[in-house]
């Protein structure tokens, strides 16, 4: 697969970049792409959610009511679930939800997230550059010129440039990471992903 090289400008180059068919152009396995976005979204959650049972209630333990002849159901405790106030039945605890996957299931996802944007012309090759100091309105002005501005897009760079990436934190459905960082869900939450010129030989060995 072949893509025209642009310019910072917007303007092709003329030269042509070469994706190879086997990151962009496999059969799509979508159960691998739902485990690794599922393993990412679970290794975002913090997992510090706690409520307090029965046993944790500040509270009398001295007896309601007497058991029997009141007409109503029998209580011992008002720290009981179903009083007003009182623990809550199997609450959250902390827990860490992260799981494992293999290494080979995850770069089957990622080559299936590349090859469904291309398949959707959901690809932008851009020539390298480099910005001198952090300017947003710069890094605008380059999507603006890929006409771009009003997308989600992801730039994947082959080396880190801080820079660019302080130039991009700012702008809303804007993100900058390399290419050792690439991740299925943030290839799929993409409307465009803009690929560096000098990421192909990285890219290539997905």
Request: glycine letters at 8%; charged letters at 30%; hydrophobic letters at 35%.
């Given at each position: 697969?072949?893509l025209?090289?642009?310019?910072?400008?917007?303007?092709?180059?003329?030269?042509?970049?070469d994706?190879?068919?086997?990151?962009?152009g496999?059969?799509?396995?979508?159960?691998?792409?739902?485990?690794?976005?599922?393993?990412?979204?679970?290794?975002q959650?913090?997992g510090?959610?706690?409520?307090?049972?029965?046993?944790?209630?500040?509270?009398?333990?001295?007896?309601?009511?007497?058991?029997?002849?009141?007409?109503?159901?029998?209580?011992?405790?008002?720290?009981?679930?179903?009083?007003?106030?009182?623990?809550?039945?199997?609450?959250p605890?902390?827990?860490?939800?992260?799981?494992?996957?293999?290494?080979?299931?995850?770069?089957?996802?990622?080559?299936?997230?590349?090859?469904?944007?291309?398949?959707?012309?959901?690809i932008s090759?851009?020539?390298?550059?480099?910005?001198?100091?952090?300017?947003?309105?710069?890094?605008?002005?380059?999507l603006?010129?890929?006409?771009?501005?009003?997308?989600?897009?992801?730039l994947?760079?082959?080396?880190?440039?801080?820079?660019?990436?302080?130039?991009?934190?700012?702008?809303?459905?804007?993100?900058?990471?390399?290419v050792?960082?690439?991740?299925?869900?943030?290839?799929?939450?993409?409307?465009?992903?803009?690929?560096?010129?000098?990421?192909?030989?990285?890219?290539?060995?997905?």
């Amino acid at each position: 697969m072949q893509l025209d090289i642009f310019d910072k400008g917007g303007s092709a180059t003329g030269r042509k970049a070469d994706l190879p068919d086997h990151v962009f152009g496999i059969e799509p396995h979508d159960h691998s792409i739902y485990l690794d976005v599922k393993q990412y979204l679970a290794n975002q959650r913090q997992g510090t959610h706690k409520s307090k049972e029965r046993a944790e209630i500040t509270g009398s333990t001295k007896k309601l009511k007497k058991q029997k002849g009141t007409g109503t159901a029998r209580a011992g405790s008002i720290k009981s679930p179903i009083f007003r106030g009182g623990g809550r039945v199997f609450g959250p605890k902390p827990r860490d939800y992260s799981f494992k996957l293999n290494k080979k299931l995850k770069k089957l996802a990622r080559r299936s997230a590349l090859s469904y944007k291309a398949r959707e012309e959901g690809i932008s090759v851009l020539e390298a550059f480099a910005m001198e100091a952090p300017k947003t309105k710069e890094y605008l002005s380059v999507l603006k010129n890929l006409k771009l501005d009003g997308k989600k897009t992801l730039l994947v760079t082959g080396e880190a440039d801080i820079n660019l990436f302080l130039s991009s934190r700012n702008l809303p459905n804007t993100r900058v990471v390399t290419v050792d960082s690439l991740n299925t869900y943030d290839i799929l939450h993409a409307d465009q992903l803009i690929v560096m010129e000098n990421s192909l030989e990285h890219l290539a060995k997905f």
